[in-house]
Nanobody, 118 residues
């Protein structure tokens, strides 16, 4: 059974930083493409960043230069370092796995709240 568990969310002032973590189990993590998504109230879920098994990263324009996605295959963990946070970054953040080797999958964490106050 695949489990993705997020941690590290919370309340922070604008300009501050947070680091999200995603712990994965039940999946061949080292060959899995992972990503972070977010959903703000009243809005659709949107891509924040992805990272391939080889470490290639991709970011939404809205977070480029502020957020950094990374992974530690030895720990089956993925991270999102969020700096210079803005109130518009407020959302529920989700950990996602969408590809294992060449096979498409769709695994999600339960989500974690990030709130940025102005």
């Amino acid at each position: 059974q695949v489990q993705l568990v997020e941690s590290g969310g919370g309340l922070v002032q604008a300009g501050g930083s947070l680091r999200l973590s995603c712990a994965a189990s039940g999946v061949a993590f080292s060959v899995t493409r992972m990503g972070w998504y977010r959903q703000a109230p009243g809005k659709q879920r949107e891509l924040v960043a992805t990272i391939t098994s080889g470490g290639t990263t991709n970011y939404a324009d809205s977070v480029k230069g502020r957020f950094t996605i990374s992974r530690d295959n030895a720990k089956n963990a993925m991270y999102l370092q969020m700096n210079s946070l803005k109130p518009e970054d407020t959302a529920v953040y989700y950990c996602n796995a969408d590809r294992v080797l060449f096979r498409s999958v769709d695994y999600w964490g339960q989500g974690i709240q990030v709130t940025v106050s102005s």
